[in-house]
């Protein structure tokens, strides 16, 4: 990349230019002559080398100082260069596939919808607003599954999201294990050195089966210092959601409950969420700039330097 730090001195190219205009205006009108007896005489001497280029040392003159200009514009070399330092977020997504989440009371664009349906929309758009913090996905039911492992490839993510539906598990296990769902994401979390780190449970029941209780859970995620987020979800009149235990669960890992019972709703929640857990980036700008100004002066002050050195030494004229 190249610049000019001081690009107005160009405007000193007037004088260059003026001086060729009026050397040229100059021989267009003519020289004053002078009469010397016998000059015809003259006319057959031969010419030195010195008077051949005598006339023309001139043109050194022009392209010296376009170069002095230059040199004072300050001509630069350079790059410029970001260093980004990312301090993100690791996020695992814990959704509910259980049974209840087929029911269908849940509106997008005035079409009803499953719960499912709806909270995968939603946390699509989430997945697609977040930047630099990699996103695991684990589904649960009677048991859990990662369905995806942190990571920073979201559109890895968003297929599993998207296969992820009410067949993930046999209809005689979907009961729902909050306990082991969240112990789940606890145990993918373990090994993560971002400096914060989230559970976001998206449930529409209370639970009923697995092995681990989940406050036993919480306090695991707690003594890892992982924050849990809870939500419940689904209409109020059509809903079996245990809101006392959801945040008993969130205060005591320092997470914050929520109750979402519209596809709108939801929204809001995770948009919450993602303003509360952003990630840190700095950013440091540099820009590294090569001078190239002196071989502009020491180009053109030799060429000045020969003009001079010719025309006043060694081409001089004796009037």
């Given at each position: 990349m190249w610049r000019l730090a001081d690009p107005w001195y160009l405007l000193l190219l007037i004088l260059p230019f003026g001086l060729l205009a009026l050397h040229l205006w100059s021989r267009k009108r003519g020289r004053d002559s002078l009469l010397f007896s016998g000059g015809p005489f003259l006319e057959?001497?031969?010419?030195?080398?010195?008077?051949?280029?005598a006339p023309h040392l001139h043109w050194l003159r022009y392209p010296g100082l376009i170069l002095l200009v230059i040199a004072l514009s300050r001509p630069q070399s350079g790059d410029f260069r970001q260093e980004i330092d990312t301090f993100g977020v690791d996020i695992m997504l814990v959704l509910d596939v259980s049974g209840t989440m087929a029911m269908k009371d849940m509106m997008i664009q005035g079409r009803p919808v499953n719960r499912l349906t709806a909270a995968r929309t939603v946390m699509a758009d989430f997945i697609d607003g977040r930047q630099n913090d990699r996103i695991g996905l684990?589904?649960?039911?009677?048991?859990?599954?990662?369905?995806?492992p942190l990571t920073v490839d979201?559109?890895?993510?968003?297929?599993s999201l998207r296969d992820t539906d009410l067949n993930l598990f046999p209809r005689d296990?979907?009961?729902t294990a909050i306990g082991n769902a969240l112990a789940t994401g606890v145990a993918r979390l373990q090994e993560s050195d971002a400096r914060s780190r989230i559970i976001v449970l998206l449930?529409?029941?209370?639970?009923?089966?697995?092995n681990i209780?989940?406050?036993?859970?919480?306090?695991i995620a707690k003594s890892e210092g992982i924050r849990i987020y809870t939500i419940g979800f689904g209409s109020e009149q059509r809903t079996d959601v245990d809101l006392a235990a959801l945040e008993d669960i969130a205060g005591s890992t320092g997470g914050r409950s929520f109750r979402a019972v519209s596809k709108e709703d939801l929204q809001r929640v995770y948009e919450f969420i993602d303003e509360l857990e952003k990630s840190e980036v700095k950013v440091r700008n540099y820009e590294l700039w090569n001078e190239w100004f002196q071989?502009?002066?020491?180009?053109g002050c030799a060429l000045l330097f020969v003009e001079i050195l010719f025309s006043q030494v060694i081409c001089r004229k004796v009037p």
């Open positions: 057959g001497l031969p010419l030195s080398w010195r008077a051949v280029i684990i589904a649960f039911a009677t048991h859990s599954l990662t369905r995806c979201y559109d890895l993510l968003m297929l296990q979907q009961s449930t529409d029941g209370q639970n009923n089966a697995g209780a989940p406050q036993t859970a919480a306090e071989w502009f002066l020491w180009s």
